[in-house]
Every structure is written in C-alpha cells, then in structure tokens.
C-alpha cells in the first residue's frame, strides 16, 4: 500500500521538532512582515466605512471571488478560473492530508480512498490545462512592435 512520506523523509528524532520550529519562525516572520507593510497601506487609503448592505457585500464575495465571475468574460479568464480552483482544492488536500496523518484518522476504507483520490485527480488536470493555456497565449497573441 502506498505510504506518505513525511518531513522529507528524514527519520531522525530531532526531525519533527526542528521542522515545525523552522516552519514556525518562518510563519512569524512572514506574519510580522505582513502586518507592518499591511498597516501603512491601511493607513494611506483607509476608505470610508462601509457597513451598509452586508448580505449584498457577501454576495457579491461569493460571486467575484470564489465564481469568478468577472474573469470568466475572457478565454484568459478561463485559465486563471481552472489554476485558482485546483489550487484551492491542492490546499484542502493538503489540509486534509495533514490533519489524517499527524492528528487522527479519518480518512479510513478503499471506498474513502478511491474518493478522495479522484477527487484530486480531476483538478490537477484542470491545473495542467489552465497551465498550458497560460504557456501558450504569448504564441498566440498579437505584438504591437513588429
């Protein structure tokens, strides 16, 4: 049966510790460096407070960010829609993966297993797809110097 390798494969006892600290120092330090470029900016274009119409704000969320819909008018659109979806299903994969193997199992049974595992399947072919449409628009589009 396959296994997952965990912690790039190194065995030592020291292995998971020195891992989750490095992660974790690495984590801080993006979150610092998030928060300090973050709150200039916040502080540059604060606009006015807009609290009116929440229930249309959060459609318009659903709508824009997780449909897509703006980008979906372009071919080009429909390559950014098949990265961003297979992505977002590559990070709850991983999410799941990580919480199956390091705090309790749950992902138990072929039937669980051939699933998930075609579940996954499908948006890297998406992912591979939305690629190559990435790859080959330059060949296909138009240059305005010669």
Known sequence: MPERVDFWGITAPWAPAAIYTFLGLASLIFVIRFVLVASKWWRIGRPLPRWDCPLVRF????RYYL???KVLSQLSGLMHVFTFWSMLVFFLGTV???IHSHFFKFLIGNDVFCFISWCWTYPSRFFLVGIGMAASSPLHS???NG
Do not use: E
């Not at 459609?59 to 659903?62: I, K, N, P």
């Open 59 to 62: 459609g318009r969320v659903l």
């Open 67 to 69: 449909a897509q819909s």
């Open 96 to 98: 799941l993966a990580t």
């Open 142 to 144: 138009k240059t305005t």
